[in-house]
């Protein structure tokens, strides 16, 4: 039978795009069916717009410290319309180059949300049915706000995008990325924040040392942080919302609450089962390390799946998938064992590869770990108290580096270069072999003893 596409990508997201481009340049006919703006959720609810609020509070918190040596005090108050601005034309931007870039490859854009109506063929809104050979799901995923009483008072990480000014008082629900990342943006914008956790620690899967210290740093800045606090209801109460939590907070009454516990994949309503497909306990697509679900032509990349919700993650999946199925590559299983992340805080935390922890689980007592604390010199010379804390995890006789953790000024950019080596192979000893650059806060990653 003939199909009307080779492809049909499902969702224009991170995933989404990067399959459909790469598919066209094999010479695929492509159709791309998403509802919303191009560029899912990060380039419109997550990470650019996320990055842009990070340079806003960085900006504040340099002005800050600008008054402190000497510059004549600019005010730090940020008008929040005027930032928003430059910000969504930015996004803008974004949007206009992916339009451009759908036309000059020849990509069908069908503005339509998109149902299976079997293994090959999809339904879009109109009700027009297209089929394909090869069918991507990249669906994304939407926050989640647990079922308990009052939630609908609070908001997620999508409304925070369409607030215009800092809320007075807020709670920030969740100590993970999106909690601890909005937690510091909205301190150094003027809120007053308290951080909600559930659990002893924030970001439980990063290195410990460096999440304390992170603690700390919030407690500096003023965040104040509840561990081990459970969030039972929200009420309305008469100058705001009380949050009910075990234990009780002194002061419970809020302008905004913002929920960051998480995401859940958006598969509710596509039609899985007219595919064959059945989503795992948490409704994720289940994949193999290819991206192949079960059923032969049908392949999922990025938050939709169980793989690790990061645009670049989702990128490389849907380029590595694509020149397979049309580039004639047979070699190509992604390898995400190595993957560099960075927790846009305040100050940022980047980390690659094992924990301490989690090298003693595998080498035992084969591990060897450098770490260098200091204070940028920035912050010395303003006199913050701000320190950076870098730890390096080694394992084996060679003691090659299998974790390397950086908090502190400068890490969000300082990691990427390190992880290419770390992926290659770099021992301690080649580190220590490197001349450093000085005077930099990178220098202390081959200087560490
Ligand atoms: C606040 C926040 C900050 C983040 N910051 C970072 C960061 O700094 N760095 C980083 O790497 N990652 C970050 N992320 C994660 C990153 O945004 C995601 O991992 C990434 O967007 C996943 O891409 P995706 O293609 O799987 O899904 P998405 O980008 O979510 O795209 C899915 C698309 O599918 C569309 N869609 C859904 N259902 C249908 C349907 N039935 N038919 C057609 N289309 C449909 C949606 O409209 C959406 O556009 C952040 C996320 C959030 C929420
Ligand atoms: N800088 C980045 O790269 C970046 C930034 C933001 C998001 N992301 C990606 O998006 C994903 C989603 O971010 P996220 O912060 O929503 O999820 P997350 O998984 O990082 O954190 C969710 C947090 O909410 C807590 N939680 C869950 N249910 C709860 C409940 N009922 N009550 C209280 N706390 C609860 C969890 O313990 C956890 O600490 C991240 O895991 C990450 O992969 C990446």
Known sequence: MAHDFDLIVIGGGSGGLAGAFRAAEHGARVALLEPSALGGTCVNMGCVPKKAMWHAADLASRLRNAGALGFESASVALDWPTFIAHRQRYIEGIHASYRRRLEATGISLLPMRARFAGPDRVECTD??????????????????????????????????????????????????????????????????????????????????ELTDQLAEDYRHAGVRLHFDTRLDALEQATHGIRAVTTPALDRAVFDRVLFATGRRPNTADLG?????????????????????????????????????????????????????????????????????????????????????????????????????????????????PLRS?????????????????????????????????????????????????????????????
């Open 389 to 449: 804390l870098f730890k390096l995890v080694c394992a084996g006789p060679e003691r090659r580096v299998v974790g390397l953790h950086l908090l502190g000024e400068g890490a969000d950019e300082i990691l990427q270069g390190f992880a290419v080596a770390i992926r290659k192979g770099v021992t301690l000893d080649d580190l220590r072999d490197t001349i450093a650059i000085h005077p930099t806060s990178a220098e202390e990653v081959v200087l560490m003893r």
């Open 127 to 208: 009700g027009v049915q297209l089929s394909a050979p090869h069918i991507l799901i990249a669906t994304g995923g939407q926050p989640f706000t647990p079922p308990l009483p009052g939630a609908e008072l609070g908001e997620t990480s999508d409304d925070f995008f369409r607030w215009t000014a800092a809320p007075e008082r807020v709670a920030v629900v969740g100590g993970g990325y999106i909690g601890v990342e909005l937690a510091g943006v909205l301190q150094l914008l003027g809120s007053q924040v308290d951080l909600l956790i559930r659990g002893p620690r924030m970001l439980e899967h990063f290195e410990a």
């Open 272 to 384: 899985l089962e007219s595919a064959g497909l059945v989503p795992d306990a948490r409704g994720r697509i289940k994949v193999d390390p290819r991206h192949c679900t079960a059923v032969p032509g049908i392949y999922a990349v990025g938050d939709v799946t169980a793989d690790t919700a990061l645009t670049p993650v989702a990128i490389a999946a849907a380029r590595r998938l694509m020149d397979r199925v049309f580039g004639g590559r047979t070699d190509n299983e992604l390898d995400l064992g190595m993957v560099p992340t960075v927790v846009f805080a305040h100050p940022p935390l980047g980390t690659v590869g094992l924990t301490e922890a989690q090298a003693r689980q595998v080498y035992g007592d084969a591990v060897h770990v450098a770490r260098a604390g200091f204070r940028p010199m920035i912050h010395a010379l303003a006199d913050v």
